[in-house]
């Protein structure tokens, strides 16, 4: 059944809950500070999701490589509040912020449904900030007339059940689509269980990162998991990321827009989450 509304979880939190508030910041943070000489337009990005106070910079800057005037956003992420192999995509016909409802091309969403891999409810994305932090971005990006296709990735572990998640994806990134990836990199800190070194935290954060970073802009989706594996790299959006790179022809390659660290932010790295604009060409 559709027609329902995917309401706010994080407005008032993690962003302004005033639509003129949230309007502004947005836009202030979409300011590229290249001027002039703007990059090519992004085929997909990844893009961090915190609260706007820690990660807003580094999204905005990744967000202002959208070209303005597409159809339709591929909106992937993690979920982190529940549980289930393969993806989920909604019911519902509206995905709501304080700025406005963006409609959910509620066709793409039947006809991803209608794999195995895919579970069609709302009640994952009731309480998820991964997509929802995007969305202002892209209302402010992106002219009036394009629709959303929410997309929460859960387990992948299987190879059969990536394949059958890319094959119920794949003729939704056609040329008038752009992907989005929500996905912020290394969680450090006992608060995540993970504490793999006590000593030059901040660059062997970045180091970590870096690592991660250099497998996805060369879209070597093996190496990444190698990585992971590894590393047990704390990387929330990690099958998330996994999907972009599935769906990205073998010639892609991307570019670190930018980058940072709530550590550095805050200037305590006992906690520290790390945030990554990516975008690919």
Request: aromatic share 10%; no cysteine; proline share 10%.
């Given at each position: 059944?559709?027609?329902?509304?995917?309401?706010?979880?994080?407005?008032g939190t993690w962003?302004?809950?005033?639509?003129?508030?949230?309007a502004r910041l947005v836009d202030e943070l979409l300011v590229d500070p290249g001027g002039e000489a703007a990059p090519a337009p992004a085929r997909a990005l990844v893009v961090p999701h915190a609260g706007f106070a820690y990660?807003?910079?580094?999204a905005g800057l990744g967000f202002v490589r959208l070209p303005r005037d597409i159809d339709r956003v591929l909106l992937v992420g993690p979920t982190h509040y529940s549980g289930f192999p393969g993806i989920a995509v909604p019911c519902a016909s509206l995905y709501r912020t304080p700025l406005g409802d963006v409609p959910i091309d509620v066709e793409t969403v039947a006809g991803i449904a209608e794999s195995a891999a895919v579970r069609r409810e709302d009640r994952p994305f009731g309480p998820e900030h991964s997509l929802e932090a995007e969305l202002p971005f892209l209302q402010r990006r992106l002219r009036p007339g394009w629709r959303v296709v929410p997309v929460l990735v859960g387990s992948l572990a299987d190879a059969s059940r990536r394949r059958d998640v890319l094959a119920a994806l794949r003729p939704a990134f056609d040329e008038r689509t752009v992907a989005v990836i929500s996905s912020d990199f290394t969680h450090y800190?006992?608060?995540?269980?993970?504490v793999p070194f006590t000593e030059r935290v901040a660059d062997r954060i970045r180091e970590l990162d870096e690592s991660a970073i250099a497998c996805l802009v060369v879209n070597d989706a093996d190496a990444f998991r190698e990585h992971v594996r590894n590393t047990r790299a704390t990387i929330c959006g990690r099958a998330a990321i996994e999907v972009l790179l599935g769906l990205l022809t073998p010639a892609s390659r991307g570019a670190l827009v930018a980058y940072d660290t709530s550590g550095r932010i805050t200037g305590d790295f006992e906690h520290s989450v790390s945030y990554a604009s990516i975008a690919f060409r």
């Open positions: 059944m559709t027609g329902g509304v995917l309401l706010p979880a994080v407005a962003y302004p809950a005033d639509a003129l508030a949230l990660s807003g910079r580094v800190g006992p608060r995540f269980g993970y």
